[in-house]
Every structure is written in C-alpha cells, then in structure tokens.
C-alpha cells in the first residue's frame, strides 16, 4: 500500500485547507485512516482519525470543531477539510491507515507529509 498527502500551502489565519490522502494497494480502503501533524523538535501529534467505513471519526481537542474527516472510498482517498486555520496548525501534516486511534504505532502505513504554514 503507498499513500500520498497532497492539498498543503500557505494561507492566512482564519482561511481553510482541504488535505487529501491518496492510497493505492491492495485493500487499501479496507482500514481506518488518520492524520497527524509534526513541526520540528516535537512529536508527531494526532489530527483526527476515521474506520475504514467512514462512519465513525475521532478529532484531537485542538481542532474539534474546525476540522472534518471524510473518506470517499470508490476513489481510495480521505480529505481532512481545515476550517478556521490558526498559525498554531502550522506543520506537516501526514495520512497513515491502519488502526484508527490516536497513537502513531497502530498505523501500518504513512505518506510522505504535506506542509501547510499558517500566517498570523
């Protein structure tokens, strides 16, 4: 299975992102899907995470509110809609499937990051 993180950029507070994941594989579609971010020197940090049918999603409290998780599986790919960008969402974002928790090792596989920076 590989995964490729796209849809990162610059923007201003206040404005909104909407990060796609991209998975090609075999069964790709048949596990939970989460996003976690990263900035340098710190650990990487779950985003929110969602099961493999889409129908249940689970957010960090930092963006509650703000950000959505989908999944369109005919297309084997999931969005994370950010709404309400703050600079602190600055980092790099990545996609990883596997076990949708909050907890980087149950995740088997990961994309290549994609960086979104928010201006103050």
């Known amino acids: 299975v590989q995964l490729q993180a796209f849809g990162g950029g610059l923007v201003p507070a206040g404005s909104f992102l909407t990060l796609s994941c991209a998975a090609s594989?075999?069964?790709?579609?048949?596990?939970?899907t989460g996003w976690f971010r990263q900035t340098p020197g710190k650990e990487r940090e779950f985003v929110a995470a969602?099961?493999?049918?889409?129908?249940?999603?689970y957010y960090a409290d930092s963006v509650k509110g703000r950000f959505n998780i989908s999944r369109d599986n005919a297309d084997n790919t999931v969005y994370l809609q950010m709404n309400s960008l703050k600079p602190d969402d600055t980092a790099v974002h990545y996609c990883?499937?596997?076990?949708?928790?909050?907890?980087?090792?149950?995740?088997?596989?990961w994309g290549q990051g994609t960086q979104v920076t928010v201006s103050s």
């Open positions: 990883a499937i596997g076990a949708p928790t909050c907890f980087p090792p149950t995740y088997y596989y």
């Open positions: 594989g075999r069964d790709a579609s048949k596990y939970g």
């Open positions: 969602t099961t493999w049918s889409g129908r249940n999603s």
